[in-house]
Structure formats: C-alpha cells, structure tokens
C-alpha cells in the first residue's frame, strides 16, 4: 500500500512512460513510480542492456516495468515503440520525457550530423514527437488525471558560451512545452498537466567538470528528480531549481545585454561555467 506524500497521486494505477530511463535521473524517476503504486511502468532507454537489469530489479516490487530499446532520435522507432507499449501495457497516462545528450565546445566545432542534428532530435525532436504520440489517448481519457512531464534546462532560460546548441534544444523544449500546457487549459483539457523542469547542473555525469556558478551549487540527481516529481505531481507548469535559476532569469530580464553579460560574467560565473567541461566519456554525453 502507497503512503506518504505520493498516496493517491496521478501516479497511482498509471500506467508510467519513461524515456532515457535505464540510469541517472531517469532510473530514479522509475523507482519513484513504483514506489508511488504505478500499475504499469516502460522504461525507453538505447541501452537495452540496462534498460532490461532495471527493469528487473524494479518488477520484484510486483510492478509491471518493462524495458524497450528504442532511439528516441528516430520518429519511426518512436512510432513503434508507443504502439508496443500501448499493447503490451495499455496507454500511458503519465509521461516522462527524460532523455538528453549534451555536447560542450564552441559551435565551430560541433559536427553537423553527430553533434547538431543528434542534439535537436534527442532534446526536442524526440519529445514533441513522442508526446504527440500518447496525446490523443490522454484526451480522450478523462477517468483519471494525466501528467507530463519535460526536463529542459537552465541552459534554455540564458545563454551561455560552450552550449550553443544545448541551450538551444533547450530553449526550443520550454517554448514548445509551456505552449502545449497553454493549448490543453484554452482547450478544456485540464485532466492534462504539463510540467517543464529547468534545473541548473546536476552532477549525472553528463556536465563532468562543468564547475556551478555564484550560489548555484550542482544537485544530486536525487535533489533534482524530487523537486521535478513533486512538481509534477501538483501539475506545477515550471519548476526551476535552485532558486538561483529564477534570480537570473529575472536579472537578465531587466538589465542591459551588455551589463548582463558583465554581471553574468564577473560576478555570476556563468559564463565560465562550461570552461573545464569533460563530460562522460565520448561526445556527445547521453543521459
């Protein structure tokens, strides 16, 4: 029996969809809807490997997690894999669009096909597709709430040297996101919540050796998958941590470019944030 804050959540008899789900923030994500009573848990991840361990780690709980292979890089494979879950498991009613890569340099030095192009599909692409996938069952399905939740990025609320096509994934991802969640409240579709979370570093890997700037300290991938899930839950439309995030956003809103960037500069440390960035092992880092 589910206690505790998550008793009687959207989460509760879901059927839960996750992608870049088989480790870091998306595996902690997966573990929070067992724990929370989800009927029915996929686990998408290009990893099949440790998509299937997870997977079978979590269904000792009872639950019914089950691991895909799909490269959310592809609309076909997209395709596929939401008819495969709609099959095997029914069609989901929360979903959690988890899954990202990052490429840290100059964008001279970003190759077109590898890094670019990648960048967009997996970041954003890969998101508006597969939510356009799973929309019209949620529409049509007013028996219990739905939820959706998208994990942008700090990095799309300021730009900042060394994340030119990164910031604007993200950038792109909390446009589309936020004007989604506009579109179902004009439309009478407020079963259906959507909530963008832009969080600032988090020590996954993925940003190894990207250095937090002025009271901006990196989170665990616990902190920052709490603070989106409880959002989530409350259909809160943006989350933002740490608060630090919102204070930047509102300086940059009011200041000059020029003095911001001074400020952003000198002051902050943002922009000198990604100057030590290693990342995971190979490039682009996937989450």
Wanted: with cysteine.
């Amino acid at each position: 029996m589910t206690t505790g804050p998550d008793a009687g959540s959207p989460v509760r008899g879901a059927i839960v969809l996750i992608t870049g789900a088989a480790r870091g923030m998306g595996g902690l994500y997966a573990r929070r809807a067992v724990a929370a009573g989800a009927a029915a848990v996929a686990l998408w991840d290009i990893d099949a490997e440790a998509g299937t361990a997870l997977a079978e780690d979590l269904s000792r709980s009872g639950c019914d997690v089950r691991a895909y292979r799909v490269d959310v890089s592809r609309l076909e494979e997209i395709q596929r894999g939401a008819a495969a879950v709609r099959a095997d498991l029914g069609a989901p009613d929360v979903l959690i669009n988890n899954a990202g890569i990052v490429r840290g340099a100059p964008f001279w030095e970003h190759d077109p096909e590898r890094d670019i192009e990648a960048i967009m599909r997996i970041n954003t692409l890969a998101a508006m597709w597969l939510t356009r996938e799973v929309l019209p069952d949620m529409l049509a399905d007013r028996s219990r709430p739905k939820r959706i939740l998208n994990i942008a990025s700090a990095a799309g609320t300021l730009a900042n040297p060394n994340m030119s096509v990164y910031a604007a994934s993200k950038w792109a991802m909390i446009g589309w996101s936020d004007s989604l969640r506009l579109e179902l409240s004009k439309n009478g579709h407020r079963h259906i919540a959507v909530t963008t979370f832009c969080p600032s570093y988090v020590s996954t890997g993925m940003f190894e050796g990207a250095r937090g700037p002025l009271l901006t300290p990196i989170m665990t991938p616990r902190q920052a998958t709490q603070a989106a899930w409880h959002g989530m839950l409350r259909g809160t439309p943006v989350v933002s941590r740490p608060w630090t995030v919102k204070l930047a956003m509102a300086l940059r809103g009011v200041l000059p470019t020029r003095v911001w960037d001074v400020v952003a500069d000198r002051v902050f440390g943002v922009y000198s944030s990604m100057d030590h960035f290693t990342g995971r092992a190979g490039a682009p880092t996937r989450s």
